[in-house]
Nanobody, 126 residues
Framework: QIQLEESGGGLVQPGGSLRLSCACS????????IAWFRQAPGKEREGVSS????????YYADSVKDRFTITRGNAENTVYLQMNNLQPEDTAVYYC???????????????????WGKGTLVNVSS
């Protein structure tokens, strides 16, 4: 009954922007920590951004800190990732993850994740 569904990926030129959505069902999104991970071809999955449960705050990897913004839309039970000034190094499958009552940092560890989405592809290419 609990489900996370990503959307908003696609093909974009370097310098462009995309907004990813993680639509959540079966739980109240503000009581869960939500994170965005990405996995590029031939590389390990890495955490890029997260927002903690119950106003715990946000986290950004250094590589995206000044370009990405994570927000939570409680009314629509959806978490967003605004991605600006995209670069080829951002090309990856982006996954949404959730942890009940988690902090913005704890959810970055796989063992802390309760639920995963199936991913959405972001392709940054000229």
């Amino acid at each position: 009954q609990i489900q996370l569904e990503e959307s908003g990926g696609g093909l974009v030129q370097p310098g462009g922007s995309l907004r990813l959505s993680c639509a959540c069902s079966g739980f109240t999104v503000d009581t869960y920590a939500i994170a965005w991970f990405r996995q590029a071809p031939g590389k390990e999955r890495e955490g890029v951004s997260s927002i903690g449960a119950d106003d715990d705050g946000t986290y950004y990897a250094d590589s995206v800190k000044d370009r990405f913004t994570i927000t939570r839309g409680n009314a629509e039970n959806t978490v967003y990732l605004q991605m600006n000034n995209l670069q080829p190094e951002d090309t990856a499958v982006y996954y949404c993850a959730a942890a009940r009552g988690g902090t913005r940092l704890a959810i970055l560890y796989y063992s802390a994740v309760d639920y995963w989405g199936k991913g959405t592809l972001v392709n940054v290419s000229s």
